[in-house]
């Protein structure tokens, strides 16, 4: 199944209505996501939690990296260059960090807080080559600005 970046993101709205806390926001919309496509098979966000420092969050698939680096890997560029990383092949991005053998392809967004502070990346892999294109980044892009937009 491949999601309805709509319809999820009305579902996600309404789970999330009035809710401030980042950790549960991010356990919700990592939950929906995961769940809505069958190309998801890691799907996680990874926390700033200092300067220039990453630590894994909420998410659902085996287990994540812990630390990330902003200078390491694919999370660490998104979170370095503040723009959408699409990875059509793990394998072939300078400094990948397999945190999981079964990782073929990735999408990697900045989430931001609506006064443009850098909160975190959301992170999805999946276990098939070229996975994902600029309508998921644009989809996913829209559902992190409606839910982490007001904070």
């Known amino acids: 199944m491949i999601i309805d970046y709509t319809a ?12 401030t806390d980042q950790v549960a926001l991010m ?3 990592v939950c929906e996501l995961h ?4 190309r998801f098979d890691w799907t996680g ?20 990296c812990l630390v990330i680096p902003f200078s390491r890997g694919v999370c660490g560029a998104a979170a ?7 990875v059509d ?9 397999a945190c999981a053998s079964s990782t073929r392809s990735e999408i990697v967004l900045p989430v931001r807080a609506g006064d443009g502070r850098l909160i ?8 098939r080559p070229a996975a994902f294109t600029e ?3 644009a989809g996913l892009s829209a559902i992190l600005r409606s839910v982490f937009g007001d904070l």
């Open 8 to 19: 999820t993101g009305r579902l996600i709205a309404s789970l999330t209505e009035g809710e």
């Open 27 to 29: 356990a919700t919309v």
């Open 35 to 38: 769940h809505a496509d069958d």
């Open 45 to 64: 966000f990874y926390r700033v939690v200092a300067p220039d420092l990453l630590k894994i969050g909420p998410y659902q698939g085996g287990h994540g």
């Open 80 to 86: 370095r260059t503040g723009a959408v990383q699409l």
């Open 89 to 97: 092949d793990v394998d072939a991005f300078p400094g990948h960090i």
């Open 120 to 127: 975190g990346v959301l992170d999805i892999d999946s276990d």
């Open 135 to 137: 309508a998921d980044s």
